[in-house]
């Protein structure tokens, strides 16, 4: 049994346990009795080395040694109330006796291993969290829902990233995917992350943020060792967007990623840019290539951030997910709902077997506050 799996049996309501205790503990009683019962030439007591087999299948190391013990005692008991001990009884006693403590010892390497994995598993979950802090609900007159989908069942976190920034009347976005993945990735992410949290409130205009995180990844990028293959084709694709409280002109500037879908009054649109920026990184190919393309965006519009891990999710067929035809179905959605039609949807497209890490982002535009209840906007930071 995988660690998970036997932590998803701990977790299950007690009476589901004790009913899959009772399995070997009535095959003991039923296997006494009828070797009790049965002529002197039938011997059945050498199955009960089944009892503490199965148990190692759901039990911990303590109920196994239980039920290996009270199997052993079982086949004494049987022992003495027929001929005795004859030689070939004792040996199949003494067999039970070893096999009971082999499957405690399993059972114990198990546990051990399984609890190492659960404090692993914790530890990313921490690292993720503080990575990736969960975004609110609301942010300035957005409404936000967001989610991050690990290709990896043991993983928590990867390269995928996102941010949002409250700034001077303005909300700042950010979405990437770091290429590559395993720790190097992750690193790229919180390195980007930190230098956007940082940055955000620095920069005036978009392009001179994107210019900041540009030579941010390429500072982090000489640290790599000279025996890295690799480290001259490590970049990050981002897509930055700026939404204004008052105003429904809304910018972005996009290296290399995939374009976001504009939902408004039942239609979906793609907002593809006929000449992005290069991905964070590379912009030393084209220093001058930041063009910032702006749209509108207006009350209760919805925007749709995606990393490729959701486009590049193929089915059985090798179909790639058709994000933009499905979202035309829940185009009346929460961001909040929206996303969890998309995390179902996209679960069963590809049988829960994603390919990539993925990242979704929604925001929706909702009327503005009155005047003075967001004066403290300049300094709130959602991350």
């Known amino acids: ?42 011997h059945l007591s050498p199955l009960l080395v089944v009892a503490p087999a199965i148990t190692t299948a759901f039990a911990g190391y303590r109920l196994t040694a239980l039920i290996g013990a009270l199997a052993v005692g079982a086949h004494r008991l049987i022992d003495e109330l027929q001929i005795g001990l004859a030689e070939d009884r004792y040996a199949q006693l003494v067999g039970l006796a070893l096999l009971s403590i082999i499957a405690t010892l399993m059972s114990f390497a198990r546990d051990r291993n399984a609890n190492e994995l659960a404090q692993v598993r914790s530890v990313a979950e921490t690292a993720q969290q503080a990575l990736l802090r969960p975004l609110p609900d609301r942010l300035g007159p957005l409404r936000i829902a967001s989610s991050y989908l690990a290709a990896a069942k043991q993983a928590a976190m990867g390269g995928d990233l996102y941010a949002a920034a409250r700034i001077d009347g303005r909300t700042r976005v950010i979405i990437g995917d770091v290429r590559g993945k395993g720790l190097a990735a992750v690193g790229e992410a919180a390195m980007l992350l930190g230098a956007f949290r940082e940055a955000t409130h620095r920069y005036a205009t978009l392009p001179a943020l994107a210019e900041a995180l540009d030579r941010s990844i390429c500072r982090h990028l000489t640290e790599f060792p000279e025996t890295d293959e690799e480290a001259e084709e490590h970049f990050i694709t981002a897509l930055l967007v700026e939404l204004s409280d008052h105003s429904p002109v809304a910018r972005m500037i996009n290296c290399g990623h995939p374009p976001p879908l504009l939902v408004r009054r039942g239609q979906v649109r793609c907002l593809s840019c006929a000449d992005p920026a290069p991905p964070l990184g590379m912009w030393g190919l084209a220093p001058d290539d930041h063009p910032t393309h702006s749209f509108c965006f207006q009350f209760s519009d919805s925007l749709l951030l995606y990393t490729d891990g959701v486009v590049e999710a193929r089915d059985r067929d090798r179909n790639f997910y058709p994000l933009e035809q499905r979202i035309a179905f829940w185009t009346r959605s929460s961001p909040k ?13 590809c049988h829960g077997a994603l390919c990539d890490d993925a990242a979704i982002l929604a925001l929706q535009r909702t009327p503005p506050p009155r005047l003075g209840l967001h004066r403290g906007d300049l300094v709130t930071e959602a991350h």
Request: hydrophobic residues 60%; proline residues 7%; charged residues 15%.
């Open 1 to 42: 049994m995988e660690a998970a799996q036997y932590f998803a049996f701990v977790r299950q309501p007690w009476q589901l346990r004790r009913a899959l205790v009772a399995i070997p503990l009535v095959l003991i009683v039923a296997i006494s009795v009828a070797d009790v019962c049965a002529p002197p030439d039938v």
């Open 337 to 349: 709902a929206l996303v969890q039609h998309i995390e179902r949807d996209l679960s069963a497209h």
